[in-house]
């Protein structure tokens, strides 16, 4: 019987019935939250993009430290598995091969050689 008041929308300002879909009140102008699931979603992604970011960065610094002070290439793998977790195997792939070739090498002495020559 009620049918009609389920699916009713009222003015969180004014209180006068909506229509579905509507973006403001037709009476007070107010704009109702209709859209505010999506526009979370849109801030949360970009947060979560700016989270890689800086994985990357610091994933590639790490890597980069690594040729000289191998421990620190387990930081910028740790990253990589993180951002392979968020699914960015493009971004975690190069990281995660480049950083194992630099803590090889700085295994290998490439920055006491690298000292060694300066
Ligand atoms: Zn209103």
Redesign the pocket.
């Known amino acids: 019987m009620d049918s009609q008041d389920k699916s009713q929308k009222y ?1 969180s ?4 019935p909506l229509n579905d879909g509507i973006k403001f ?1 037709p ?4 704009p109702q939250d209709q859209g505010k699931e999506s526009s979370g979603a849109f801030i949360t992604s970009t947060d979560k993009s700016k989270t890689h970011t800086s994985y990357i960065a610091w994933g590639w610094v790490c890597a980069a430290v690594s040729l000289f002070i191998p421990i620190v290439g387990a930081g910028s793998i740790t990253f990589g598995v993180l951002l392979i977790k968020d699914k960015r195997l493009s971004a975690a792939i190069p990281l995660i091969v480049c950083s194992s070739i630099f803590i090889i090498l700085g295994l290998t002495g490439f920055g006491a050689g690298f000292f060694g020559a300066l």
């Open positions: 003015c300002n004014c209180g006068s009140c009476k007070c102008g107010v």
